[in-house]
């Protein structure tokens, strides 16, 4: 199975100014990511579109990185990533599969990237999708506020007060991975009916949003993953 890589990665980011270099743990955030596709065995092309000029140049400079400078429309706050992908296919044409690669999940491992490559070759879905476990962020344990600060449960079935070893098992999507066959990308989907999910530890699950998600990365990141 022929699997492209594409790193996604846009310029002008609002929490954190320059997020797709911002040092993590010493090294560029981009970094994490590029080293772990370059690693994996699975990857047949690793690609990168970006609007960053300065994400272009790093991933140059380091080579084994085909690049593709993204145009300006398709790089706006409300650009869904799945046309950042169709965009990227009408370049890199022949793969079975592409793979979705958000700096912004900087702990992912080799195994995030190869293990759905291999899952989606033997079960023949149309994606992979990342999830990862909830334990006392359920939504048995959410609520909604009135005007007046009155709590109604935000699961109407949900038992509540419910121990958490007794809370029924949900997991959250983690952009980790999205692995999707090309003809999904066409019809404007990163998942399609016939997904798979790849579990994913909540320690390498956390995606950098904010600089508190960066402090949180820096000692996840320092420990044996």
């Not at 965009?87 to 592409?98: M, P, T």
């Not at 195994?111 to 989606?120: C, L, S, V």
């Not at 983690?174 to 994913?200: D, F, H, M, S």
Request: aromatic fraction near 6%; glycine fraction near 6%; include cysteine.
């Amino acid at each position: 199975m022929q699997v492209l890589g594409l790193i996604v990665a846009r310029a002008g980011s609002k929490g954190i100014p320059n997020k797709n270099v911002v040092l993590l743990a010493r090294v560029p955030l981009l970094r994490w990511t590029i080293d772990a596709a370059k690693a994996a065995t699975r990857l047949n092309l690793l690609a990168i579109s970006s609007d960053d000029q300065e994400c272009l140049r790093y991933c140059a400079a380091g080579g084994g990185i085909t690049l593709l400078k993204r145009p300006e429309s398709l790089a706006q706050d409300d650009t869904p990533t799945v046309e950042v992908v169709r965009h990227a296919l009408q370049f890199f044409k022949g793969f079975d599969a592409v793979f979705t690669l958000q700096p912004t999940n900087p702990l992912r491992s080799v195994a995030d990237i190869d293990g759905p490559i291999e899952m989606m070759e033997r079960i023949d879905c149309d994606s992979v999708m990342g999830v990862t476990y909830l334990n006392d962020v359920h939504p048995w344990r959410m609520y909604t506020l009135d005007s007046h600060n009155r709590p109604t449960e935000f699961c109407r079935d949900a038992v509540p007060f419910v121990r958490r070893q007794d809370l029924p098992p949900v997991y959250l999507r983690t952009g980790v991975v999205y692995l999707t066959r090309p003809q999904l990308i066409e019809e404007g989907k990163i998942v399609g009916p016939n997904c798979r999910a790849w579990i994913v530890p909540q320690e390498r699950a956390i995606a950098i949003d904010t600089v508190m998600d960066l402090n949180i990365a820096e000692a996840l990141c320092t420990r044996d993953l």
